[in-house]
């Protein structure tokens, strides 16, 4: 049997941590061998990302930025010293994390790989030039971010917005009395605005379509007016107008590009006509730069190529056997070294992408609308490509978001980092990614204070010999079964969605069963995050947008994306929508769980009531962080205060006044059964549940919380400090322990991202709930322990992107998985989760 690589290492082939106490681990001791995978797993807030990323990836950057000029540190972002003792061999470190695309609709595939970098210069330097060229162009001027490359009329954007009387006036019928400029806002119809119009001269009692053009012009089209001198009319002396009269156009315009609110600016978007620009056709691109093309296509052109046809179009470039030299007074640089040498690079970095499964994406597809999982795998090739030797990479669930044939790519690519020399450390909850490690770290066994050890670390076949693993079971595909006994649920109607066109939905149908719970599944690109969280969520939202305006999340597709429903059926048994995903559930460190829940209402509320409180007049309000009063003012409420250090980049520590709590020393000395308002922010949830177990309010909220497996999380655990797939429980959590009204229609996005197959159990049995309580539930998902959970499964496919879109596979768990010979991808995976066998 041959040696693995640490064995027959002439040095110490391990990195090995001692005393590791950070966050919940308890003085962790764990020898981890270098060139090889190793996964770190362990149910969720066990401290396997506080081990892998807390303490052996800051403490190799730690290291690093040692090594940096102390004035070059401050360009830096650093992070702070882990809690450990010591770690020896410990090589150069680099992480990929969980995030969600960038929010900029300019950052592409295409940026966010570089390749956009050199298919500009490969335009610019090799390109085919119309003969009534200047000259060759920079590589900028192929860019529509650069000002030298940017459309003119755009601005880059490639989206041309502008207002028309139609999208301000919907209903021309209606008169200014009755709201027929339906763009101004509501307190702008009210009196005051009526009257100003009418003594500016303008009826606003005729229907608008009466009105003479001059009037409905100036109306709406006008420039923003200066102060007016109103003249007498119909018998009366009307006030003079003080002030500035805004026209329909310019408020919406003024709206759009100076407000500070996201809610005003999506206020005024639909009174917007947004398209293609019409100089450079959606590319952002000015015209000089779409003259040029290469192998007859213009950059835009080739910007829009899938992946893979891409790398197919580049391969004649880049096989030429015999190129000529370049010459840049050439009007043609195809068929030269040059050609040859970028279209060569092109190739052989597409061909990554296109083996991990990402040929169907473009260079132009914004990143936006990339999944998690997408960006993950993005980085990696970006990193196989490096060619980077001896170093660390640690990555955060590299399978999140990951059909499971798509994991197999994956597998080789990780597989190729430990070839190419590295050492790859995965934090990982995906059993097929586990099982194919050459090491195993399991910490736990429990999540907060009932992990933060090493549960067990050694080769993968040694974990089903440790009892007290909650990982071994589901390992060895001896855990309990997650499906319930008996025939899945019998829908209570249909909701149909006929001649769908979005992406790569082209004229789809789909039936969705109401009452029972839906699995949409498919390979990466299929389809199904268009068809469920953007088409049925935007044409049920439509229905009962007045009922839940807040329920619905603001669309991240780039502008001028568009959605074609021909026909909707069966809305009537929806009575209110519901999407959860995993969006933050709040941008700064004041939002958290017990903010969010709003659990922490009913907490001030038992405080103000304590006979301390009301002897000192305190309500509600003084224990709050957020207003003044009862927080700390040195910190306004934070608990921390930024720090300046000489030739040091600048960092956070504890407020020296309250020295984290938050609150002045006045309000901390009201006690709540012995305990302050800031001790109960530092309270888990699980402690949280016992001590408010008479406050049936808190009590409720809690449970909830920890039903869904969050009760390692502090009450006071800041937003930008959770994970995706915890944001998205969070929400789960405080949509169940509200009063439910009506048929309630559930969207949520990749539910098991972030859980271990332990935790997964947990989450269906709160979908469960949901249903049994007369509700839909559509969970777009890739696990398929809760594929088989469902009473129904819509599978997309056969492929990704032009290869997708169609639907493949619908019916029962075991209607699906007895297709595995056909064309959905998802069936072979779903019967082998269901007779507990590996896939063949």
Not at 626 to 641: I, L, P, S
Request: hydrophobic share 40%.
């Amino acid at each position: 049997m041959k040696a693995a690589p640490w064995e027959t290492s002439t040095r110490d082939g391990f990195v090995r941590v001692r005393g590791a106490s950070e966050n919940n681990l308890r003085g962790v001791d764990v020898d981890c061998p270098r060139d090889a995978v190793v996964a770190f797993t362990g149910v969720s807030g066990s401290g396997k990302s506080s081990l892998a990323f807390g303490t052996i990836y800051a403490e190799a950057q730690r290291r690093y930025l040692e090594s940096v000029a102390p004035y070059a540190r401050r360009l830096i972002q650093q992070g702070n010293t882990p809690h450990v003792q010591a770690i020896t061999g410990l090589p150069p470190a680099v992480a990929l994390q969980q995030r969600r695309g960038t929010p900029s609709v300019r950052s592409t595939v295409g940026t966010l790989t570089t390749l956009s970098n050199s298919l500009r210069m490969l335009y610019s330097r090799a390109g085919t030039y119309p003969a009534d060229a200047a000259g060759r162009l920079e590589s900028d001027a192929f860019s529509p971010n650069t000002a030298a490359g940017a459309c003119p009329r755009c601005h880059g954007l490639g989206v041309a917005r502008d207002v028309t009387e139609a999208t301000l006036v919907p209903d021309p019928s209606l008169t200014i009395r009755e709201g027929a400029i339906a763009a101004w806002p509501g307190a702008w119809q009210g009196k005051n605005l009526r009257d100003v119009v009418s003594e500016l001269g303008h009826d606003i009692d005729v229907p608008w379509r009466e009105l003479p053009e001059e009037t409905r012009s100036w109306l709406l089209f006008t420039e923003e007016q200066p102060v007016v001198q109103v003249t007498p009319q119909r018998d009366r002396v009307a006030k003079p107008y003080k002030g500035r009269f805004w026209s329909a156009k310019s408020y919406v315009m003024h709206t759009l590009h100076d407000s500070q609110s996201q809610q005003m600016r999506d206020r005024v978007l639909p009174f917007m006509d947004s398209g293609p620009c019409g100089l450079c056709g959606g590319s952002g691109l000015r015209p000089e730069a779409l003259a040029v093309t290469f192998g007859g296509l213009t950059i835009a052109e080739t910007n829009a190529l899938p992946l893979e046809d891409l790398a197919a179009h580049l391969e004649p470039a880049a096989t030429l056997e015999h190129p000529t030299a370049a010459h840049r007074s050439s009007s043609s640089g195809e068929g030269t070294e040059v050609s040859v040498t970028i279209s060569r690079d092109l190739v052989q970095r597409l061909a990554v992408l296109v083996d991990l499964g990402l040929g169907y994406l473009s260079l132009s597809r914004a990143t936006p609308t990339l999944s998690p999982g997408e960006m993950q795998r993005l980085r990696i090739a970006t990193q196989l490509r490096s060619g980077l030797f001896g170093v660390v990479y640690v990555l955060d669930e590299p399978s999140a978001g990951l059909h499971p044939a798509d994991v197999e790519p994956l597998l080789a690519v990780l597989e190729a980092l430990k070839d190419a020399g590295n050492t790859v450390f995965v934090v990982e909850h995906n059993m097929d990614v586990v099982r194919r490690s050459d090491w195993i770290v399991d910490v736990g066994p429990a999540a907060g204070e009932g992990g933060g050890t090493i549960v067990y670390s050694g080769p993968a076949d040694g974990l089903a010999d440790v009892p007290a693993s909650v990982t071994a079971p589901f390992l060895a595909r001896t855990a309990p079964a997650t499906t319930e006994e008996g025939e899945p649920r019998e829908p209570a109607g249909w909701l149909r969605l006929e001649g769908i066109h979005r992406h790569n939905l082209r004229g789809l149908d789909a039936d969705f069963p109401v009452g029972v719970l839906t699995a949409v599944t498919g390979v990466s690109g299929s389809g199904k995050s268009t068809l469920v969280g953007k088409v049925l969520a935007e044409a049920v939202g439509a229905h009962v947008r007045d009922e839940t305006p807040s329920d619905v999340e603001a669309d991240d597709d780039p502008p001028g994306a568009a959605t074609v429903v021909g026909r909707v059926r069966g809305l009537e048994d929806i009575d209110r929508l519901v999407s959860v995903d995993q969006r933050p559930i709040g941008r700064t460190p004041r939002s958290n769980l017990a903010t969010y829940t709003g659990l922490f209402d009913a907490v001030r509320k038992a405080f103000a009531a304590t006979p301390e409180a009301k002897a000192k007049g305190f309500g509600a309000g003084r224990f709050s962080f957020n207003v003044q009063g009862g927080r700390c003012e040195t910190c306004q409420g934070e608990g921390f205060v930024s720090v300046e250090l000489l030739f040091l980049p600048g960092s956070y520590g504890p407020c020296p006044v309250c020295h984290g709590a938050r609150y002045n020393e006045e309000t901390l000395t009201v006690t709540l059964r012995g305990r302050t308002i800031a001790d109960v922010l530092g309270m888990t949830v699980d402690d949280a549940a016992l001590f408010f177990a008479d406050l049936p309010g808190v009590a409720r909220s809690l449970a909830t919380l920890r039903e869904v497996g969050l009760g390692y999380l502090r009450l006071g655990q800041p937003a930008t400090e959770l994970s995706g797939g915890e944001a998205q429980r969070i929400k789960l959590a405080t949509e169940l322990q509200r009063a439910r009204r009506g048929h309630t229609l559930y969207l949520l996005d990749e539910p098991t991202t972030g859980l271990h197959p332990a935790d997964v159990v947990l989450l269906l049995a709160q979908l469960r709930k949901l249903v049994e309580a007369g509700n839909t539930v559509i969970v777009v998902e890739h696990t398929m322990a809760v594929v088989a959970a469902a009473d129904w499964v819509i599978d997309l496919g056969p492929g990704g992107g032009s290869a997708g879109g169609s639907i493949v596979a619908t019916g029962t768990p075991q209607d699906v998985a007895a297709l595995r010979s056909g064309t959905s991808v998802t069936a072979r995976y779903l019967a082998a989760h269901l007779e507990g066998r590996p896939v063949a």
